[in-house]
């Protein structure tokens, strides 16, 4: 039964085949030769004059050192992060297939596992600890920095008025 589905299918791909395709046949490399298709004009269309860009004013020196400090902790913050999840991941691919294939199902002792996968559970548990322990406290000190860190360019970059006004960010009035 195989293979007359087989001879079926041979059969149709032949005879379906455009007339005279072979592997000796002419491969057309390059598109025909035709004009591009002429675009309608567009009328032009008024547009707002835009306003030049503001820069923003310059730090005072006591916010610039501010902003370096921040900055300097945001930087080693999202470094410890990224080194604690890398920890936490090397401990979950040492601890899980030891305690899975290496160590016997009997009571939780290392002298269960094999030697092999005694040395993946003590490297390993010690890692996906303090990896999980250290990600989860850098992640929110990383996020909180962070945070400071933005308001502190918005408060920078926002315009400095004398004249009372209300701050619908901060729900109060502001001088």
Not at 139 to 147: C, L, Q
Not at 153 to 171: L, N
Request: net charge positive; hydrophobic share 45%; charged share 20%.
């Amino acid at each position: 039964m195989k293979s007359l589905a087989l001879g079926a299918l041979a059969f149709t791909l032949v005879a379906g085949a455009p007339g005279g395709t072979d592997a000796q046949a002419h491969i057309v490399v390059e598109p025909p030769a035709t004009p591009p298709t002429a675009r309608p004009a567009r009328l032009p269309v008024a547009r707002p004059a835009t306003l030049p860009a503001q820069t923003p004013p310059p730090l005072s020196p006591a916010e610039e050192v501010e902003r370096a400090e921040l900055a300097w902790v945001v930087f080693r913050s999202r470094n410890i992060f990224i080194g604690s999840t890398v920890a936490t991941a090397l401990g979950a691919a040492l601890v899980f297939p030891a305690e899975a294939n290496q160590c016997a199902d009997e009571p939780k002792s290392l002298d269960r596992c094999t030697p092999g996968g005694k040395a993946m559970v003590v490297i390993g548990y010690p890692l996906l600890l303090v990896g999980g322990i250290s990600m989860l406290s850098s992640g929110i000190v990383f996020g909180v920095m962070k945070g400071k860190l933005r308001r502190l360019e918005q408060r920078a970059a926002a315009p400095k008025s004398r004249a009372v006004r209300w701050d619908p960010a901060g729900s109060r009035f502001v001088f």
